[in-house]
């Protein structure tokens, strides 16, 4: 019965396979009727024809769908929203000193193991602002010069600034969330809800800390002794989310 039945089944396909390559070689329009001009349209140039814009239109929608697949996913939400930033300013940890001799430096943060500039933990923080305001004693007067270097646990690449003269202010900021700075007044993405809009902006903060060195004293440090006092402050800054709305399904 199941011999009868595959014969029966290889018999169809065999004589539809027979038809269609007869209708390939059969000519349907002929054009032109002269020997410089004779063009036959046969079945095979109608099936390949069809067969090309098929296999056009295939790829044509294959591509879209990836393209649009890729929009929703690959931006983590099938939502777009948009909120305020207000990022306020919050001063951390200090400390001072006196530094008597060309040469001397004084180390903070975590390079000292100074666990209150630590600020891993904190998840809203946009950038992190290192103040050393110095001051000159003694001696003749300016012509002195400071270095202030600042690098984190997770980026040990310092950033550096100096100054010189008669005392003076350095600041070096330390951006810690790159969607979010000081200047920025809206953000824009997308997600599922509010909420995980609000979360992905979040991100780990880190362990402050660097090195403040005297190195240069003045013309006239050898007649008059003189040193410099200083105070390193590190400032936080912390971002919240305000009015957070949805602009737009996709």
Not at 149 to 177: A, C, F, L, R, Y
């Amino acid at each position: 019965m199941i011999d009868e039945t595959l014969m029966g089944l290889f018999d169809t396909f065999s004589d539809g396979l027979s038809k269609f390559e007869k209708y390939n070689n059969k000519e349907i329009y002929r054009i032109g009727k002269t020997d410089s001009f004779n063009f036959v349209v046969t079945g095979r140039l109608v099936s390949g024809t069809a067969g090309f814009f098929v296999i056009i239109l295939m790829l044509v929608l294959t591509f879209s769908s990836a393209a649009n697949s890729y929009q929703v996913a690959g931006i983590g939400g099938i939502k777009a929203f948009t909120a305020d930033i207000v990022v306020t300013q919050q001063t951390g940890p200090s400390l001072s000193g006196t530094l008597n001799d060309e040469g001397d430096s004084v180390t903070f943060g975590y390079l000292t193991e100074d666990e209150s500039w630590d600020y891993i933990t904190n998840l809203r923080l946009s950038h992190f602002e290192i103040v050393v305001d110095w001051s000159p004693n003694g001696g003749g007067g300016g012509g002195r010069q400071v270095i202030l270097d600042v690098s984190s646990q997770t980026n040990t690449t310092s950033e550096s600034d100096q100054d010189g003269g008669g005392g003076g202010t350095i600041t070096i900021p330390w951006q810690i969330n790159s969607n979010i700075s000081l200047n920025s007044e809206l953000v824009s993405g997308n997600a599922n809800t509010p909420e995980a809009f609000l979360l992905s902006f979040e991100t780990d903060g880190d362990w402050m800390g660097g090195e403040f060195t005297y190195s240069g004293e003045s013309t006239l440090s050898a007649i008059f002794p003189e040193s410099i006092d200083y105070t390193i402050t590190l400032f936080f800054y912390t971002w919240e989310l305000e009015n957070i709305r949805e602009i737009v399904e996709v």
